[in-house]
């Protein structure tokens, strides 16, 4: 089966560091993406994870342990433009290796 | 920056109608997908679409979604008879090689 699990809200100031924590179990594991969703718009891609460690980009960083079947996403200098939700996908092993959703973390920077 | 496109970007129709809902994918990307996002909900996987067939669909995907890839760029989504519960955000997304996935601005259809 499938299960991906990500706080529901979380809150946070501008400059500060944020990070946002995803488990997920799969039966066939290729992938850890992370989107930002905007209200209303459609996901954009952040990152991606498939091999164990961190990947930075920029402000935003995420990291990935397959053992533990764990991720994370770090903002760094948090701005109110952030306030967003914050999706962790999981690609499965497949024809199209296609994307299975956890249900986003609404993320609110306040001043 | 290529960009995967959508239209309508909301549609209103009737419980029973037919809708169909137009993707344009970026150029040069092999695959293709449709998602549903329903308010307030995850984000859904519905179909994946490779060398012109299908390549998987989920249990979402019953006998009334049709898919098709009727020339060179455009990508579309069918619902035959349109149901109350089918209202939702329906993302159009394209990848090159089955890897990043690049999502459209979405279409929004309201049943009736």
């Known amino acids: 089966g499938q299960n991906i699990d990500q706080p529901t809200e979380m809150t946070a100031t501008e400059g500060a560091i944020v990070q946002i924590n995803c488990t997920y179990q799969?039966?066939?594991?290729?992938?850890l993406f992370w989107y930002q969703q905007h209200a209303g718009e459609a996901p954009t891609f952040l990152s991606y994870n498939v091999l164990d460690g961190l990947e930075e980009k920029g402000r935003f960083s995420s990291f990935l342990s397959r053992s533990k079947g764990y991720s994370y996403l770090l903002l760094k200098e948090l701005q109110m433009k952030d306030s967003a939700s914050y999706l962790c996908?999981?690609?499965?092993?497949?024809?199209?290796?296609?994307?299975?959703f956890g249900t986003g973390t609404l993320l609110a920077v306040q001043p | 920056e290529p960009e995967v496109t959508q239209t309508p970007s909301h549609q209103v129709t009737q419980m029973g109608q037919e809708v169909i809902l137009r993707c344009v994918p970026i150029s040069n990307h092999l695959y293709f997908y449709w998602y549903r996002q329903i308010l307030g909900q995850k984000v859904e996987f519905l179909v994946s679409f490779y060398n012109n067939e299908i390549s998987e669909k989920s249990e979402i995907f019953d006998d009334q979604f049709s898919v098709e890839r009727p020339d060179g760029s455009n990508f579309t989504l069918k619902i035959r008879s349109t149901k109350l519960e089918d209202s939702a955000m329906y993302f159009c997304?394209?990848?090159?090689?089955?890897?990043?996935?690049?999502f459209g601005p979405g279409t929004r259809l309201t049943v009736t």
């Open positions: 799969t039966s066939g594991f290729n992938g």
């Open positions: 997304a394209s990848s090159e090689n089955s890897y990043e996935q690049y």
């Open positions: 996908a999981v690609r499965e092993r497949g024809a199209t290796n296609k994307l299975i």
